[in-house]
């Protein structure tokens, strides 16, 4: 897929379901040289370390390409479950960090937990590129979409409207950004996500917004499915109203209305 035609997604995505922020395209790159040019490394454009759900922020609001490597993360987590990290144990040592946090009530059930999120192979990746979808040079092997509930909702109906099966989730509520942007490609499956903590703390995803991520293969899909989900019953977002009934007021308000010849 071009990049010409993967702009004229965006913009139709964008347009349909009226996002507050843009479509965000992400690439899994072997090699940090492999960045664009235009790419923004925060370590050395912002002279600073950043969290990834900031840099999606970035790309999502500002429109910014945001450059990820190693260099540039400050969020242990997230590293972790990228491959970033050279740990021996990185299961363990995010067991470790959840436990620590009491985020669960036995180290056990936090091991358990933990086996259940995604986690890329150390140095599997050096980089990876988190841009808006309409500006990406790149193609992309996740596609992110931040939306309220409304407009979540909406997206599963298209991602799902050619398919046997509901889109399924998992939810942990913290560190999430493996649900997001790791799994819907190596399971080639849609995915919706709770944000975590840390996109709420860092990077200012509100309380309204949930995330619906997507592999790049059904996208095509995604856009047939806004086109034609519920069309006979006028589905779309926002979702209309329906106005076709005679509203009852007060009886002192019937009084007035029955004086006034209104009834």
């Known amino acids: 897929m071009d990049t010409a035609q993967l702009a004229e997604q965006s913009q139709f995505i964008y347009n349909d379901l009226r996002l507050k922020t843009f479509p965000v395209g992400?690439?899994?790159?072997?090699?940090?040289?492999a960045l664009p040019e235009k790419s923004r490394r925060p370590a050395l454009f912002l002279k600073k370390k950043i969290t990834t759900c900031q840099a999606m922020t970035m790309a999502r609001t500002y429109g910014w390409q945001m450059g990820i490597t190693s260099e540039d993360l400050i969020c242990p987590l997230s590293a972790l479950a990228l491959g970033l990290t050279g740990s021996p144990d990185p299961e363990k040592d995010m067991a470790d960090a959840f436990f620590t946090s009491n985020y669960?009530?036995?180290?056990?059930?936090?091991?358990?937990?933990?086996?259940?999120?995604?986690?890329?192979?150390n140095g599997r990746y050096e980089a990876l590129l988190i841009s808006p979808l309409h500006k990406i040079p790149l193609e992309p092997d996740t596609v992110v979409l931040y939306g309220n509930p409304g407009q979540i909702s909406r997206l599963v109906q298209a991602a799902t409207f050619d398919t046997e099966e509901k889109i399924k989730g998992i939810f942990g509520g913290k560190v999430e950004c493996p649900e997001y942007l790791i799994r819907p490609m190596v399971s080639e499956r849609p995915r919706v996500v709770l944000p975590g903590p840390g996109d709420r703390i860092?990077?200012?995803t509100a309380d309204d917004e949930m995330i619906l991520a997507l592999p790049l293969a059904f996208l095509d899909p995604l856009i047939r499915g806004l086109k034609e989900a519920g069309k006979k019953i006028g589905a779309r977002y926002p979702i209309t109203f329906y106005q076709n009934f005679q509203p009852e007021f007060p009886t002192h308000y019937q009084e007035l209305a029955a004086k006034l010849g209104l009834q």
């Not at 669960?104 to 192979?121: I, N, Y």
Request: hydrophobic residues 40%; negative net charge; aromatic residues 10%.
């Open 202 to 204: 860092f990077s200012m």
């Open 104 to 121: 669960k009530s036995s180290v056990e059930k936090t091991a358990s937990e933990v086996g259940q999120m995604c986690f890329l192979d």
């Open 26 to 33: 992400v690439k899994f790159l072997e090699e940090k040289d």
